[in-house]
Each structure stands twice: as C-alpha cells, then as structure tokens.
C-alpha cells in the first residue's frame, strides 16, 4: 500500500495507457477506465484472496459509476488513487479518483459499492478481518472531500 | 411528429461464453459497460444513416459519465437481450439507458445509464447534438 498525503492515505494502483486500450479516435475507451475501477479494487484485496477466503465468500459489485474529466492517450501513466467510505456490515464504497501522474491532471472520478456474500447462501455477510484491515487505513468521510464522486 | 417512449431498440446478440465470466461462474459486471458501447452503437449504425459520416467529422461525441447497477447474476450459456431508451435530451446531451434482460430467467439482469456529449473539436467546445442524431433518438426518449 502507498501513501501519497500526509493527511491522507490512499491505496494507489498505477496504470500506463497501451495503444490497445484506444480506440480510433484516439482515446482511452469508455469501458477501460470502468476495467480500470475493477483492476484496482481486485489489487487492493488481492492479498485476502486465497483459496480459503475465496471458497467461503463472494464479493459481488452492486452498483458503479464514472465521471469522465479529461480525455487520455496512449502513453499516459494514470494514478488511481483508492478511497474506502460508509462501511456498513457487509458493504462498503471504493471511491477512485483517476490523475495523470506528474501533471496530476483530473483525468475521471469513480464510485463502486460492493457487498460480500456467502458463497454458500448467496445471504450478506459481514467483512472479514482482513478486509476490514484493508479498508479501515484509507477510509474517509465524502462530505470533507474536494469532489463528489 | 413522432410519439415519445413509442420504442426500445433491442439487441439480442450477446451470449455468455467463458471470458465473459469470473471465478465464481458469474458474468463479471465489466462486460455490462462494454456491452453497452455495442449496443449504443448498433443502435446508431442502424438509426443514423450518416452515424460514420458524423464520428470522422469535427463533431466528436464523447461519454462524459456512466452508472451501472447489477441486479440478478448471468451464467455460461445464457442469452442476454440489451434494450436501450433514450432520456435528459438536451442541447448538447442526452442520456442513453440500457437494461440487460436474462431471456431465459425473464429477468433484469443489470442496468447501465450513461451520458452522451458532443463536442467540436475544432474549438474545443459543446457543440448543438447533429440533426440526424437527434431525429434517430426521438423515437427512443423515456
């Protein structure tokens, strides 16, 4: 995990635009910056994920939304900076804000709201520990923030 | 002139294969925003006579946001139909809804909303939605 603020800490997953992530005009594609959320969220909990976790739960996506800021092409290394917000029980919100590195440019803003399951029951569960551990250091409250995501 | 919510414009070529699906067996939701750039876009195709003529001008339509809620979970095998409507046209906007129906379940099984912009790029502002896009979304508004 990263810090990039004193003040506030962030899980940052890094990404460079590849010409296959541009379409003909250009520009990274709509969806890949939706793939991008995904990739980010699968980073951050990627050390929870082991068989047995993996066997008991399911994290499954409730709802996700993007604002686009600024257009980015090939060659770009996009920050994209994670935020967790209003754990409850068995849900939370990861919120993303998408920068170009360096000029640190708005590049998009994300939002996605997770719940874990049972696998067994498909029935809400509430978070393990070891997301818990996860979320608990980058948690922040949406109303103090710069921007509405 | 054209009565509004009169049509859904539906696609129904999208089948669940292995790549479309993740650990658990599920459809990964990522595949519903990918989907729903092939249906706008078929949708366009088939409503907008000149739609080519209008991406290789100055116009250029840009997604400036996108919302996507999942509701039940699709498997390997299932069909899914993608109906879109139209809503908030505006000046230079409209939004486009997408819902994803499991056929063989008969139930929704995601739901994308996302907002269409257009720009010139000539001068690096909004500019008014082309004419024949308008006239091919009419039919389609919520």
Known sequence: ?149 | MSEIGKKIFIFDKIRIFFKHTDYYGYVHPYNYCEWTSYVREAFFSENCGDFKKIIDSKVKMMTAKIQMDTHSDCSFGDLIEAKLTVTKVKRVSFDVIVKFINVGLGELAAETQHTLVFVDSEFGQFTDIPKNIKLAIADYQE
Do not use: W
């Open chain 1, 1 to 149: 995990m990263e810090y990039f603020a004193h003040s506030q800490k962030e899980f940052v997953y890094k990404y460079v635009v590849m010409l296959s992530d541009t379409d003909q005009f250009e520009h990274t594609s709509f969806a890949n910056y939706l793939k991008l959320m995904f990739l980010a969220a699968d980073a951050l909990f990627v050390s929870c994920y082991d068989a047995k976790f993996l066997s008991v739960h399911r994290l499954k996506l409730v709802s996700s939304r993007l604002q686009f800021k600024k257009q980015t092409i090939a060659g770009n290394h996009i920050l994209i900076k994670v935020n967790s917000s209003q754990i409850d029980g068995s849900v939370f919100s990861l919120i993303f804000t998408f920068v170009i590195e360096g000029s640190g440019e708005l590049v998009g803003l994300g939002r996605q709201t997770y719940i874990l399951l049972s696998r067994r029951s498909n029935q809400p569960e509430y978070l393990s520990e070891s997301m818990k551990k996860l979320l608990g250091p980058i948690r922040v409250e949406e109303e103090n923030l710069l921007y509405k995501y």
